[in-house]
């Protein structure tokens, strides 16, 4: 049994057997410290550690343990050593009568006991207070209290925690990282009833543990919106990059009932970027999470939903109303719909890598891991701008930065400021005509195996990281059928459904596409998942605005 009183405070804990003592205790500790601290009493070791698990899940501290020497099953200064591991900071007190003090004694070498009272301690203002006051003043000075966050324990090369932190760095949910192998990662584990086997454990800010989480549970417990409010809206925009945010900002700064679905993070592969120098109004450039954050506390400023982790996985026209499907069987319905689901980075299907991804191999920036590049070699493969904003960004920690790149250098696909900045980066090299020809790592990455594509020369070089950005697939599998895509899966819109003068044969209305509409009248596309758009920030979020406008003229002649 364990009672406590208000849980927003600093704990004292009180462990004895004896109900009577029990009670005296917790009596004498509320008159002094009941308004500062929270006292919380336990009539046996095993109910003090689970009530102690619970506070460390939850972030609560713990200043002070008091523990009386004689308990059946576990004794006092047992209690204090399993106590040790869990709240290590805590000023440790033994009660014992006259005749165990040797064990008390002998229990300051073994817990490292801060103080041992003798039973009876009437008058407390003379035998407890004092003795209490300065252990708590001695707490304080150490300044164990914790700041309440996420917590995520979990293993270096465990590609489920990589995700993880992922997740929750690019949604701008703060948190703090724990190795499942270091100390405090092994009490967090402790607390959570888990052996380290299933990782990552996340715990949440009230202190509720999560094994293994998937994206919308994760979501939904670390304050991010995953369900809808309204069943119908105005505007239904899928996907959360730069052409996204721009139609949702726009759709609902103009009076557009607005939600925009997103199935991960929003900010697309921009938002993943350490550095944009090149968009307009940023002189000294921005970040891609900063640029992120300002434009989804506008999009919210103005009303519109924001719904992260979030699958779509069907797009249904139901006369005037479009019907987007999820992929737990739910759904939501709006007048119109825009497209802006952007690309993914390509895998690479070389030896190795499918099972080393989240090991050492990534897509995309995996800024989370920079930090843990430091003073180590880095591989990149990839010759356009993303690649070279992640070359610049890991050269400030890491010994060498190696850009990998088939092609004979990078003027085809890199802006030229880019270049010269990788030019003056001397910790930064370029290997032209080169490719990945396989991944080597027993658990995670160790080696990678270079092809030299003129000569087809191999050659096999250390490296623990590999960060790969080539190529852009459209997310637009699960509109096959439904609505008009190139070869390449990038969708048809305006002019390009009109090639021979006429629309579409499945087209209904009497009018032309409008520019950014697809093969479905009130569908739009928006940013890189249109055919032959021009893959950049600015013209992303310019045609997400653009495509609110051509929204506006397709409700008023519906």
Not at 118 to 135: A, I
Not at 144 to 151: E, L, Y
Not at 482 to 505: Q, S
Not at 518 to 537: C, L, Q, W
Request: proline fraction near 6%.
């Amino acid at each position: 049994m364990a009672e406590a009183t208000d849980a927003a405070r600093t704990v004292i804990m009180t462990v004895d057997d004896d109900p009577g003592v029990s009670r005296a205790v917790a009596r004498d500790l509320r008159r002094r410290y009941g308004r500062s601290y929270r006292i919380v009493r336990a009539e046996s070791g095993e109910a003090a550690l689970d009530a102690l698990r619970e506070l460390k899940l939850r972030g609560d501290p713990v200043a002070v343990l008091l523990a009386d020497y004689r308990m059946p099953r576990m004794n006092g200064i047992e209690f204090l050593e399993q106590a040790l591991d869990i709240h290590p900071g805590a000023r440790r007190v033994l009660l014992t009568a006259y005749a165990d003090t040797g064990a008390a004694i002998d229990a300051i070498n073994v817990v490292d006991l801060d103080h041992y009272l003798l039973k009876p301690w009437d008058p407390p203002e003379e035998k407890l207070y004092p003795v209490v006051d300065d252990l708590l003043a001695a707490w304080r000075a150490g300044d164990h209290r914790p700041v309440p966050s996420t917590k995520v324990v979990g293993h270096r090369w465990s590609a489920r925690s990589s995700d993880v932190r992922e997740f929750l760095a690019r949604n701008q949910v703060p948190y703090r990282w724990y190795s499942s192998d270091e100390p405090e990662g092994r009490r967090l584990l402790a607390a959570a009833d888990e052996d380290g086997t299933r990782l990552p454990v996340v715990i949440t800010p009230d202190g509720t543990p999560l094994v293994e989480p998937e994206p919308v549970d994760l979501a939904s417990r670390v304050g991010l919106a995953t369900t809808p409010e309204a069943d119908f809206y105005d505007l239904v925009v899928i996907g959360g990059g730069p052409a996204g945010l721009g139609a949702a900002v726009y759709g609902a700064s103009e009076g557009l009932r607005t939600v925009l679905v997103e199935r991960s993070a929003t900010g697309g592969q921009a938002g993943q970027s350490s550095r944009i120098e090149n968009y307009l109004g940023f002189p000294d450039g921005v970040s891609g999470a900063q640029l992120t954050d300002r434009a989804r506390r506008q999009a919210t400023r103005f009303g519109a939903e924001i719904l992260t982790a979030r699958e779509v996985t069907g797009l249904e026209v139901c006369g005037s109303a479009r019907v987007v499907r999820f992929s737990d069987g739910s759904s939501v319905a709006a007048h119109s719909v825009i497209l802006a689901t952007g690309v993914s980075y390509r895998q690479l299907s070389v030896p190795g890598c499918a099972d080393l991804t989240g090991r050492g191999v990534y897509y995309g920036s995996a800024l989370t891991e920079a930090s843990a590049c430091r003073g180590e070699d880095v591989h990149i493969v990839g010759g356009a701008n993303s690649a070279g904003q992640a070359a610049m960004h890991l050269a400030r920690g890491a010994k060498s930065v190696t850009l990998l790149v088939r092609g004979p250098d990078l003027s085809a696909s890199m802006s030229y400021y880019l270049i010269r900045q990788i030019e003056k980066a001397p910790n930064i090299s370029v290997r032209p005509l080169t490719e990945v020809a396989a991944a080597h790592g027993d658990g995670h990455l160790e080696h990678l195996t270079l092809r030299d594509t003129r000569t087809g020369r191999t050659e096999r070089v250390d490296g623990q990281w590999l960060f790969v950005f080539i190529g852009a697939a459209p997310l637009t599998g699960w509109l096959d059928g439904t609505v008009r895509r190139d070869e390449r899966g990038f969708l048809l819109a305006g002019p390009d459904l009109t090639a021979d003068g006429r629309p579409p044969a499945e087209w209904e209305l009497d009018r032309p596409p409008y520019h950014l509409e697809t093969s479905v009248p009130g569908v739009f596309v928006a940013g890189d998942a249109r055919a032959e758009s021009a893959k950049r920030v600015a013209s992303a979020v310019g045609e997400g605005a653009m495509a609110v406008m051509l929204v506006h003229r397709y409700l008023e002649q519906s």
